[in-house]
């Protein structure tokens, strides 16, 4: 269904989602806030196991990557 702009009540609902991340989180963290979001991959410990992207990560990283990054994540 659209309104009377043509605009379908799911994009309605996606835009006043974002404009709500947008005034709760501000404009620092909304980059990463949204991005969890759309094509990226969050952690869960007993799923994450089983997915390739995770298993590809841990063959191809060094232990002092991972310990790296473990100390000091990037933000």
């Given at each position: 269904m659209n309104d009377e702009s043509g605009t379908s009540r799911f994009w309605e609902r996606l835009s006043g989602r974002h404009l709500s991340d947008l005034a709760r989180f501000g404009?620092?963290?909304i980059k990463r806030?949204?991005?969890l979001e759309y094509f990226t991959w969050q952690w869960g410990f007993g799923r994450s196991l089983l997915d390739p992207q995770l298993r590809f990560l841990i063959r191809h990283t060094s232990a002092s990557s991972w310990?790296?990054?473990?100390?000091?994540?990037?933000?």
């Open positions: 404009y620092d963290a806030r949204q991005a310990k790296s990054a473990w100390q000091q994540p990037v933000m």
